[in-house]
């Protein structure tokens, strides 16, 4: 096909035109929403990184939850700021833990919305590591039994799906068995499979209340620099009984994200993390871009990289273009 007899241009013309090629199509089906359980009552505590997002004590983040579930958003991701922390992470794994609390309340109120629980002990811990600390190190066996009891305890609330973020050796088959032993044979586990060690994670890590108060998490979140490894990753959490993939942050591994579609035949998520959404927000702000037209551009292309699943801050605001309540410009 050679110029003039093929015109690439010729199904450009018009929106109407462009919609019917279009390669790929966002759907508001897509998004899983996160959401901050704060502990207490009347909490919402604007995150000014995260313009729009709060941490919410439970009776308020059922409030938030209309218009997400009025739209169609399928499912939420919990995680959760608890009262008091201590250097297991007990209120991870407590019966009347907050994102127990709160797993409980949401599915009574909105019983066929999907939730998932995160579930991690940095939030939990005194010391913002995701496991316990012995030697001044993570000690990546003595962690798997808390993350198994704290799967168990999310599930027996009625969690939905589990989803395990803390990137320690072996943590997907000892979730598994013990949910199976639970009897929750039937819940699924979404394994944060490829974590990179990212700097992306900054407005989440205050909205989480995380941050480590020593070191950093590069001995067991992967380094950016590696592709070939988070393929490793990926196959030893399908091999320990992962129902549903991620890769985490999104937009800087985009050629991750395919690596891992053209490899594995499960589903995938893809986490667009805090950091990516605060600079939407931040540059949309200062008037140097154009913040709706940007952010439809970034969730298209995590699902043309070949996600299924886009875990996103913009979900809401997303769906309200794609439901035609707002408009992305169409401006040069």
Same mark, same amino acid.
């Given at each position: 096909?050679?110029?003039?007899?093929?015109?690439?241009?010729?199904?450009?013309?018009?929106?109407?035109?462009?919609?019917?090629?279009?390669?790929?199509?966002?759907?508001?089906?897509?998004?899983?929403?996160?959401?901050?359980?704060?502990?207490?009552?009347?909490?919402?505590?604007?995150?000014?990184?995260?313009?729009?997002?709060?941490?919410?004590?439970?009776?308020?983040?059922?409030?938030?939850?209309?218009?997400?579930?009025?739209?169609?958003?399928?499912?939420?991701?919990?995680?959760?700021?608890?009262?008091?922390?201590?250097?297991?992470?007990?209120?991870?794994?407590?019966?009347?833990?907050?994102?127990?609390?709160?797993?409980?309340?949401?599915?009574?109120?909105?019983?066929?919305?999907?939730?998932?629980?995160?579930?991690?002990?940095?939030?939990?811990?005194?010391?913002?590591?995701?496991?316990?600390?012995?030697?001044?190190?993570?000690?990546?066996?003595?962690?798997?039994?808390? @993350? &198994?009891?704290?799967? #168990? +305890?999310?599930?027996? *609330?009625?969690?939905?799906?589990? %989803?395990?973020?803390?990137?320690? !050796? /072996?943590?997907?088959?000892?979730?598994?068995?013990?949910?199976?032993?639970?009897?929750?044979?039937?819940?699924?586990?979404?394994?944060?499979?490829?974590?990179?060690?990212?700097?992306?994670?900054?407005?989440?890590?205050?909205?989480?209340?995380?941050?480590?108060?020593?070191?950093?998490?590069?001995?067991?979140?992967?380094?950016?620099?590696?592709?070939?490894?988070?393929?490793?990753?990926?196959?030893?959490?399908?091999?320990?009984?992962?129902?549903?993939?991620?890769?985490?942050?999104?937009?800087?591994?985009?050629?991750?994200?395919?690596?891992?579609?053209?490899?594995?035949?499960?589903? @995938? &998520?893809?986490?667009? #993390? +805090?950091?990516?959404? *605060?600079?939407?927000?931040?540059? %949309?702000?200062?008037?140097?871009? !154009? /913040?709706?037209?940007?952010?439809?551009?970034?969730?298209?292309?995590?699902?043309?990289?070949?996600?299924?699943?886009?875990?996103?801050?913009?979900?809401?605001?997303?769906?309200?273009?794609?439901?035609?309540?707002?408009?992305?410009?169409?401006?040069?």
């Amino acid at each position: 096909m050679h110029f003039p007899e093929y015109r690439a241009r010729r199904l450009r013309r018009t929106e109407t035109l462009r919609s019917m090629v279009r390669e790929v199509q966002l759907d508001v089906q897509d998004f899983i929403l996160p959401f901050f359980a704060h502990h207490g009552q009347g909490v919402k505590n604007p995150l000014p990184s995260m313009p729009g997002h709060f941490q919410l004590s439970p009776e308020l983040l059922l409030k938030e939850l209309r218009e997400p579930v009025e739209r169609g958003i399928p499912a939420v991701l919990l995680f959760g700021i608890p009262e008091k922390k201590d250097p297991s992470g007990s209120d991870c794994y407590s019966k009347n833990g907050i994102v127990q609390q709160a797993v409980r309340r949401i599915k009574d109120a909105y019983p066929e919305l999907v939730v998932i629980t995160d579930v991690c002990l940095c939030e939990y811990t005194d010391h913002g590591h995701c496991g316990v600390i012995r030697n001044k190190d993570v000690d990546n066996d003595l962690t798997l039994d808390l @993350l &198994a009891k704290s799967a #168990v +305890s999310h599930a027996q *609330a009625g969690a939905d799906i589990i %989803a395990p973020s803390d990137m320690m !050796d /072996g943590r997907v088959g000892a979730i598994r068995e013990a949910l199976d032993e639970a009897g929750f044979e039937m819940t699924p586990i979404m394994a944060y499979s490829a974590k990179y060690a990212s700097g992306f994670y900054g407005p989440f890590r205050d909205a989480a209340q995380s941050a480590p108060k020593f070191g950093d998490r590069r001995s067991y979140q992967m380094d950016p620099a590696n592709s070939d490894e988070a393929l490793r990753e990926v196959s030893l959490d399908v091999e320990e009984g992962a129902d549903i993939i991620m890769v985490k942050p999104a937009l800087p591994y985009l050629d991750v994200i395919w690596r891992v579609r053209n490899t594995f035949d499960l589903p @995938l &998520a893809a986490y667009n #993390v +805090s950091g990516e959404f *605060a600079m939407i927000k931040a540059a %949309a702000q200062n008037g140097w871009i !154009d /913040g709706d037209r940007c952010m439809m551009e970034a969730l298209t292309s995590i699902k043309r990289a070949g996600a299924d699943m886009i875990i996103s801050y913009h979900a809401v605001e997303a769906a309200r273009i794609l439901q035609g309540d707002a408009k992305v410009s169409r401006k040069k």
